[in-house]
């Protein structure tokens, strides 16, 4: 990490700015004093006194800082206080315009600024932990840092909008999360951020624009290339342009959301399961009904609107477009207006639509076309776009089939693939799966688990996570998930959790393995469960006391001694000659 540049220096900063008060303060203290050793004292013993340097400086000292010593070390003569009196006027000018100075100081934004990137620069060069660098605090940033910090994790946030940086301090952290108020486009500052950093685990980039995603990109890639960087593209271009610098994960909202309205309606339950699997754990998956297929309403052309479109295109359903500028295809039925009216809704034929999609890029033109819409066909399934948190209670009031926000498609896919990075391949096994496949494994999963949102976390069968279990494997002892997936306080008893993948160093990965299947040293378990069951795994392969008990059923004593006494008892008698 990079020394703080000097311009940021505070110390710097305030000679900078105090330059002239200060040469003020030193020219008029340097004439009282020079004017108090020329004017003559007293006589003593017939001689006319003057003062030293020295004392003159030690008078002049005191007496122009308000302090006030008395005439030392005589009394002065008129002469000499007609010269203190001068001095003590000169003073008071010289403080005033140096004060003056230092509280218009105070008050100087560079000067807060300063300060502030002082703070943060050292907060972060302090951080020891691992921690990703979150470039971006609107609603999607905060999702994620409240995500990080409950799986322990240490964020560092740069935002540009000094308001959003002061919500920082607002939100109940478990762990102090440094913030820095600056265009994350710029490389400095993402170096003052921590992203070359020994303790810097991603960059993750969820800013409004998507130049300044890019920039974060590129940077992230040229000055931190072990560094993985997750970010949003709104823009095709854009996306192309990060997948080029070697961006991991980037990630469209509009894009997304057209992917999981397509298998919606392609094989609704699989879109049930994979919104089960990547919802907010703790949360209660409200039982809705799947899009319908039949005639679609598009309200808006935009970009939103286009991969709509594309979507029931995909699926081979009619769509009527209704946008302000009509583009005629030759393939879709257009419309010109904006579907705020009852008119244009008409002339799209709502009465026998099935759906319509209210995604413009205006909050209160897609409430107003969707209760229009609603109230001529009231069968009418609605999704409609969310532009702005600010809005959500209107949205909430509202009670659409389904509202897309981007700021949470956005969030939920990068705490999918921060907290577990095993889940993406994982959805992307189950997409491949048919419906029928997909109902019954939801059927199976909601049977044990019930619809609340499961948490879900990865361990891997190595020394460092599962020590325990990783020694008796290595020494060949045969472990299969269903022995393994018990509690620890009574082994009868199934743990509530499942595994949902197995994934292998020899890339024999297993999707949704059997009980039976065997436990390999390497492997890697995704599991989906309570927090409390999934805290007993990760107990029992790493506690070989607990993991005797899962597989024997003995409990073996705990401590040297009552070890040492235990395998005394179990050593066996020799025989002794009468």
């Not at 004093?33 to 013993?45: F, N, Q, R, S």
């Not at 605090?137 to 964020?155: K, N, S, V």
């Not at 950093?197 to 890639?221: E, M």
């Not at 390999?520 to 309570?530: C, I, K, N, S, Y």
């Amino acid at each position: 990490m990079q020394d703080l540049a000097r311009h940021h220096s505070v110390f710097f900063l305030i000679l900078r700015r105090l330059r002239a008060p200060l040469i003020l303060l030193i020219t008029l203290f340097a004439i009282s004093v020079l004017g108090l050793t020329l004017a003559p004292g007293p006589e003593v013993d017939g001689r006319t006194s003057y003062l030293s340097f020295f004392h003159a400086f030690y008078f002049i000292s005191y007496t122009a800082t308000t302090i006030g010593f008395g005439e030392i070390p005589y009394t002065f003569s008129d002469q000499q206080r007609l010269w203190v009196i001068f001095s003590i006027y000169l003073s008071v000018i010289g403080w005033a315009y140096t004060l003056g100075s230092i509280f218009s100081l105070l008050s100087d934004r560079s000067l807060r600024q300063a300060i502030a990137m002082q703070g943060f620069v050292r907060a972060v060069r302090r951080l020891s932990e691992p921690f990703y660098l979150v470039c971006g605090y609107g609603e999607t940033g905060r999702l994620i840092c409240q995500a990080l910090d409950r799986m322990g994790l240490r964020a560092v946030v740069v935002e540009v909008d000094e308001s959003k940086v002061g919500e920082l301090d607002l939100h109940a952290y478990a762990a102090d999360v440094p913030a820095l108020c600056a265009d994350a486009g710029n490389p400095e500052t993402l170096k003052f951020a921590g992203l070359t950093h020994s303790s810097c685990i991603g960059v993750i980039a969820l800013t409004n624009d998507d130049p300044t995603n890019l920039a974060i990109a590129i940077s992230a890639r040229l000055l931190a290339p072990r560094v993985p960087a997750l970010c949003r593209a709104e823009h095709d271009a854009t996306a192309d342009n990060m997948a080029s610098f070697g961006t991991r994960h980037i990630i469209n909202p509009f894009e997304r959301f057209s992917e999981t309205l397509a298998l919606s309606l392609h094989a609704p339950k699989a879109s049930q399961l994979m919104g089960w699997l990547t919802g907010v754990p703790g949360t209660e998956v409200e039982q809705r009904r799947d899009p319908p297929r039949g005639n679609w309403i598009v309200c808006g052309h935009g970009r939103f609107g286009r991969l709509m479109v594309s979507a029931m295109d995909s699926e081979a359903l009619p769509v009527t477009i209704i946008d302000l500028e009509p583009k005629p295809d030759g393939i879709h039925r257009w419309i010109q207006g904006d579907g705020t009216g009852a008119n244009a809704l008409h002339q799209a034929g709502v009465e026998n639509a099935t759906g319509i999609v209210c995604g413009t890029s205006s909050d209160t033109d897609n409430l107003s076309i969707a209760v229009t819409a609603r109230e001529l066909n009231k069968e009418l399934f609605v999704i409609v776009r969310q532009n702005h948190e600010s809005n959500r209670a209107l949205f909430d009031a509202y009670d659409a089939d389904i509202t897309v926000v981007p700021s949470r498609v956005i969030a939920h896919e990068c705490i999918a693939i921060l907290s577990t990075p095993l889940l993406v391949p994982f959805l992307d096994e189950v997409r491949a799966r048919d419906e029928a496949w997909c109902g019954t494994q939801l059927e199976r999963l909601t049977g044990r688990l019930g619809w609340t949102v499961p948490e879900i976390r990865s361990e891997r069968i190595n020394v460092s996570r599962a020590p325990a279990l990783y020694r008796r494997l290595m020494h060949g002892e045969t472990i299969t998930l269903d022995t393994l997936l018990r509690s620890p306080s009574n082994r009868d008893r199934m743990l509530e959790c499942e595994v949902l993948f197995l994934d292998r160093d020899d890339d024999d990965h297993l999707l949704m393995p059997a009980g039976d299947s065997r436990i390999r040293a390497g492997d890697e378990l995704l599991l989906a469960g309570t927090r409390a069951a999934l805290n007993d795994i990760g107990l029992i392969i790493a506690n070989e006391h607990t993991l005797a008990y899962i597989l024997t059923g003995e409990d073996l004593p705990g401590g040297w001694i009552w070890e040492r006494m235990a395998r005394r008892k179990q050593a066996p008698v020799r025989a002794r000659i009468p």
